[in-house]
């Protein structure tokens, strides 16, 4: 049955023709119940950026270099964030070193080496339910180990290894994903030719898997330095006034101050709290953009 | 040369006449010619996966600077055989050779053999082309590399071995260029290329231009023929006009249930020079393939 | 002209000694990464059985009363339950405020969304995942609890720190979780189921919630059972929105605390080790560690029962 161009459809095929006028009300409830469901989350974020924002930005610009300058104070207006930004950074840097050599070198292992079987398979369990391991139990397992029973006290080396452990299950998962993302051909071409397994993976399957692994570890790390619970549990301070010049001085963190201002009474404190998180969101952008980036530029397109 | 390769159509008169207008107008050059040394010998060879057995009773030889075609309907295990001989093969789990296969009168599964050092001898170039994410150069650089060739100078060999695929004239300007981003037919004249740069004894090549147009199969055919003069080659095709107009000897594999299974065998249904096998086959199976009636 | 090579002999030439050394040093990596599991199990355990030592386990299972001793924590009540009814409130309230905005965002992706709508969406959802907990926690504090919840319900009936702002904060926060894990489960299923709906006059509403839903059930649970370890193992938002007072009820305005928000309340004071105080730390863990891990192995299985299905 063709309709000519232009004429209306016939009134059988019209909507609601027969389906009932309250059936077709409630596609289209469902559907906005649907949509606003979603917006909420996304209303949610927009409320609390602009909370932030709102709170934080006045006093981020009245003197932006005294409060990246100066340390914590009793007296609001003059609180800075040197410690615990600084404090951050080495502790990335640190934690850094630290797990991608570890995270790169279990991935591979696990990848290309392991054989098939099942302890090979409770390796691997073990590491995607280690990355679901709260936090704070890898806070508990930086005090009792590093900074207790190994003596390291609340200290960057400390807290690094915490990080790094922490973080270790996210790159390992990272990294087995990329080198999986490298065709099977490849490897096929490089053995035909008379590599061994290694030097496959050293020179072609390593260098393909690298922009999709260093993704993974950057999205890793940043998710770390926003960590706070972890830190607080080894017992990084939130009153020093020193900067670290040695793995084994104490340091303090970013998040670490957010929480202690956060916690105060004082309204100015809230300010400052609001101030130190725009600092440490926009690092946190920074970061995913630079993660974003290597992968958009960087990844191979099979 | 090119001019008397025959085209072959399925829909003008019979197959195997055509084939045999193919292989009678490749010239008597091959005939009289002196027997050349055997670079392999399969003896009774059988290939299992795990219990299954996807091959047996493997006998034939191949011959130094020859072409030598597995040709058979899909499963006969062609594949399978031609990576036994690089032993790329090893690498699939649970596969297993029984019988022999001689490489120059060295057993090529005996004790101390190393696969790797098998393969910097017995190349291969696969179905699709995979060269490397990386530049042209790079890609025909790194086999030396990898298996510690110390060459004059690498920039020759890369330029040697690309004029060997037939490949120079087109990419000499674009050296450092991405490998990717080559047509299908010139990836697989750098994948050769990469094999060649070794300096193998043997090429295997499963199906080299089954996924490349009729043009770039042409050429690649083409490049047969003269590598053939510095390597031995032994190739799997689906294609058998392709096997008679290039091919010094051709195997036909078949695969036939085996008792009790079920499960399709692949077997050697018989082997000879291409023109025998072409226009007198001993075996009716192998004139039922060459003339169409199945496969 | 034949190139020969110089030998054609295949036997192994040179031991490969370095590589062998590289391989095994991968294979430690790898088993570094037992080791922190083996860690995190031994210095739980080590220090609650001590725990236990000084306080018996039924005690502590059973007690309602949270209220360590001072100083090293001898004499102090150790009752476990008020801090799992806060731990549950907010597993609950976080379920309550996370699920129904997870689904119907995974719906609206899988099923409704365009392409364009899509690729807007996602990026927002993992931004939202980004977001430190403790900023999260902030803007429970200084948001929900004053500009929500108290206009809305009462200046009077909503305490400054309460159970309702942490389990909204927790929410949201799940919400990424559980919205992109169903959403691929949607995704997973077959379009032909749909397609044969479709072809019956199905709408979209009846695809969705008679078709997809169902055959996406056991990815969509996994989700949720992950998001609710998530809210079991959060704790800044919840120490800083929800309070820091161990009691039993079902008031959400009320303050609580959590299992989590107990540990980080300890070590901001002085615990030496050894001390019951500091020993009760590893108790607590062990018992978080426990639900999650349960929690996660159980959520696991359903994932790869439910990829199998469609594979």
Same mark, same amino acid.
């Given at each position: ?302 | ?295 | ?135 999260? +926690? ?60 479709? +072809? ?32 079991? +193992? ?34 901001? +004071? ?42």
């Amino acid at each position: 049955m063709t309709a000519a161009a232009g004429t209306a459809a016939p009134s059988a095929l019209r909507r609601g023709a027969t389906r009932t006028g309250v059936v077709v009300l409630v596609d289209v409830a469902f559907a906005g119940l649907l949509f606003v469901g979603t917006i909420v989350a996304v209303i949610a974020l927009a409320t609390l950026i602009w909370t932030i924002l709102d709170a934080g930005w006045a006093r981020l610009v009245s003197d932006p270099a005294a409060f990246l300058a100066n340390y914590v104070s009793r007296i609001p207006a003059n609180a800075g964030i040197k410690a615990g930004l600084v404090g951050s950074a080495y502790l990335m840097v640190l934690t850094a070193l630290l797990c991608f050599p570890v995270g790169v070198g279990a991935a591979v292992y696990l990848e290309e080496f392991a054989p098939r079987n099942r302890l090979t398979n409770f390796v691997e369990s073990n590491i995607s339910n280690l990355a679901g391991v709260p936090s704070v139990v890898y806070g508990l397992l930086g005090l009792g180990i590093f900074a207790r029973f190994l003596r390291m006290g609340p200290s960057l080396l400390a807290g690094a290894l915490t990080l790094a452990v922490m973080s270790l299950p996210v790159i390992i998962v990272a990294g087995r994903e990329a080198i999986r993302a490298v065709p099977e051909e490849i490897r096929l071409g490089a053995y035909a030719l008379g590599a061994t397994k290694w030097q496959a993976v050293r020179s072609q399957v390593l260098p393909a898997a690298l922009p999709g692994t260093l993704t993974g570890t950057i999205l890793a790390l940043s998710r770390a330095i926003g960590e706070t619970a972890p830190l607080l549990v080894i017992g990084l301070p939130i009153v020093i006034f020193t900067l670290p010049n040695d793995l084994r001085d104490p340091v303090s963190a970013l998040p670490l101050l957010i929480f202690n201002w956060t916690s105060r009474p004082q309204p100015a404190f809230a300010e400052a709290a609001a101030a130190a998180s725009i600092v440490l969101l926009a690092l946190l952008l920074a970061m995913n953009a630079v993660a974003i980036f290597i992968r958009n530029r960087y990844t191979i397109r099979w | 040369m090119t001019e008397e390769r025959t085209k072959v159509s399925q829909d003008e008169g019979r197959p195997e006449t055509r084939i045999a207008d193919v292989v009678r107008a490749r010239g008597d050059a091959d005939q009289g010619a002196p027997p050349t040394e055997v670079v392999f010998r399969l003896d009774d060879v059988h290939v299992y996966y795990g219990s299954f057995l996807a091959l047996r009773g493997v006998n034939l030889d191949i011959h130094q600077n020859e072409i030598t075609a597995f040709i058979g309907p899909s499963g006969c295990g062609k594949s399978t055989l031609i990576r036994c001989l690089n032993r790329m093969n090893d690498l699939i789990p649970g596969a297993r050779v029984e019988g022999k296969i001689e490489y120059h009168d060295q057993d090529l599964y005996g004790d101390g053999v190393d696969p790797v050092e098998v393969r910097r001898r017995i190349g291969m170039v696969f179905q699709k082309p995979n060269p490397f994410p990386k530049s042209i150069y790079e890609n025909i650089a790194y086999g030396p590399r990898v298996i510690g060739m110390k060459p004059g100078s690498m920039d020759e060999l890369v330029e040697q071995s690309l004029r060997r695929a037939a490949l120079w004239e087109e990419v000499k300007d674009k050296l450092k260029q991405n490998a990717l981003a080559l047509s299908g037919g010139q990836q697989q004249r750098l994948c050769i290329a990469r094999a060649i740069a070794v300096s193998p004894d043997v090429i295997l090549m499963d199906e080299p231009a089954s996924a490349l147009d009729p043009v770039s199969t042409g050429r690649i055919e083409d490049l047969m023929e003269q590598l053939k003069r510095d390597y031995t080659i032994v190739i799997v095709t689906h294609n058998m006009q392709q096997a008679a107009r290039i091919s010094d000897r051709t195997a036909f594999f078949n695969a036939e249930p085996a008792e009790g299974t079920g499960d399709r065998t692949g077997l050697l249904v018989e082997f000879d020079s291409t023109d025998t096998l072409f226009t007198h086959p001993t075996d009716r199976r192998t004139e039922d393939y060459i003339t169409g009636r199945f496969g | 002209m034949a190139t020969k090579p110089q030998a054609l002999s295949i036997t192994r030439r040179k031991a490969r000694t370095g590589e062998r050394v590289i391989i095994n040093a991968l294979f430690v990596c790898t088993v570094l990464s037992i080791a922190v599991t083996v860690g995190i199990v031994a210095v739980l355990l080590f220090d609650a059985v001590e725990f236990f030592q000084e306080v018996d386990l039924f005690g502590f299972l059973t007690g309602t009363v949270w209220a360590p001793g001072a100083g090293a924590g001898e004499g102090g009540q150790y009752g476990v339950l008020p801090l799992l009814n806060g731990t549950a409130m907010i597993a609950i309230g976080s379920l309550v405020v996370g699920l129904p905005l997870g689904v119907s965002t995974a719906i609206y992706l899988s099923e409704y969304a365009s392409d364009r709508v899509r690729g807007y969406l996602k990026p927002t959802l993992e931004v939202l995942a980004g977001i430190p907990t403790v900023v999260v +926690g902030y803007f429970a504090l200084q948001f929900i609890t004053p500009d929500l919840l108290r206009p809305i319900f009462g200046r009077d009936n909503v305490f400054i720190f309460n159970a309702a702002a942490g389990s909204i904060a927790v929410g949201l926060m799940i919400v990424p979780i559980i919205a992109s894990i169903s959403e691929d489960a949607m995704r997973a299923v077959p379009s032909s189921l749909r397609e044969a709906a479709y +072809g019956l006059g199905s709408t979209k509403r009846q695809v969705s919630l008679r078709v997809v839903v169902p055959a996406a059930l056991s990815g969509i649970t996994a989700s949720v059972i992950l998001g609710v370890s998530r809210a079991v +193992g959060e704790t800044m938002a919840v120490t800083i929105a929800a309070g820091n007072t161990p009691k039993i009820t079902w008031n959400f305005f009320e303050s609580i605390q959590t299992l989590t928000a107990s540990i980080a309340q300890t070590v901001q +004071g002085e615990a030496a080790t050894g001390t019951v105080r500091y020993n009760a730390l590893f108790a607590l863990g062990m018992t978080l560690f426990l639900i999650t891990l349960v929690m996660n192995i159980i959520s696991g299985r359903i994932v790869r029962r439910y990829r199998q299905v469609y594979e």
